[in-house]
């Protein structure tokens, strides 16, 4: 790109600050779904960079080339909204939901989902597969406990999170200590200062949470009934549950991901074939589809029953791809590029370094919604401003997580948040209050670099 094109960092900054106002406004003010704003935004970016010298070529080339990068995140929402549709056909989702609702008691399912997704998710090192498996399961028992959604969601999310960020077998654990080139446990032991002080708020803030629910008699009873009403609609058997075990399995194994999640559709197919008596492949395409469509007479039970399917994404995967286009809008334009060269001019102490890099992770989310990049942009930007000043990189892989990996399901055009909100029918904005951990963290990062090393 020639020089005479790059936009230059106050023009960056004024672009960034717009974009964000764009979309805040339309968010909160006028309460839209984040697609319009995001493709407002295209559209304002572009006629901006037309004006300073691009041609429409460039730019289009910028936002193909966006899109063909969340390709693969794509296919992962399809697969995982296919694979939820047929694991409610298959029973699987059911019987935990069933299993769970005998077993939880309702004052304590935010810590026993915060607790349950945090082991899952160290386990297999997927806040995906997750959410998907047992977070989705629990949000049933919430719905039939008539808890708030938004709370059990939040703790879901807390704990799934905490294995994306601490795990060993982690995509970004393993991608943000590769960037920072430092050993994966010296990075996994230096989060440990911004983790487990979040994690003991969060903690007590849900406990107190919990302590404050009233369940009624009349929720005891509802229990009952929907317990009764999925027993009565689909085939409960703990031999459902191996499908979400053969995904588990394959992620502790590090299988890709993609056939983790085919061989989690297939075996489900297979299993219902024996489990459910009016299984065909007719009903089982359709679920894939459009998710299950059970008739229980009972509108709480078929809420719990009728879930996902491919249709159940869309909405997600088409937000994903205007994100990702947008994205690339600004890596042709050199927006992100300008943006950061201006922040890392005059940062001579660890304290503001630490704060920049946490920072600018952060407006990387905000402005790609992609967490990998989130990761690689920062950390390949300020690598060597950390070496110049002495400062160990393991302050940089941390800070990349606390803002990268942490902070992506905050944002609701993220690919994080999209799938999230999606899989547990919750929005972004509604369980946003309560995923303590997700922001506490950062925060902890923040006021650890100014600590004297």
Known sequence: MSNEKRLSFSISAFLFLTILSIIFICLFMFHAEPHMPLLICIGFLAVVSVLKGFSWKELESGIVSGIKSGVQPIIVLALIGILIGVWEYSGAIPTVTVYALNLIEPQFLLLTALFSCMIISSLVGSSFTTVSTIGVALMGVASAAGLPLPWVAGAVICGACFGDKMSPLSDTTNFASGVGEIPIFKHIRHMTGTTIPALLITVLLFFFMGRSLTIASASTENIETIVNGIENTVGISAWSLLSPLVVIVMAVRRMPVIPALAAGILSAGVLAAFIQPDAGISSFLSAMQKGPVFSAGNEAVENI?????????????????????????????????????GVIKGIRSKGRLVFSTVSSSIAMNLLTGEQYLSILIPGQSFKALYDKLGIDRKHLTRSLEDGGTLVNPLIPWGVSGAFMSSALGVSVIDYLPFVFFLYISPLFSILFGFRKQ
């Open 305 to 341: 029953l009728n879930r996902g399917g491919l249709q159940s994404m869309l909405g997600s995967i088409s937000l994903i791809m205007i994100a990702f286009a947008l994205g690339g809008l600004m890596e042709k334009t050199g927006l992100i590029k300008s943006l950061l060269e």
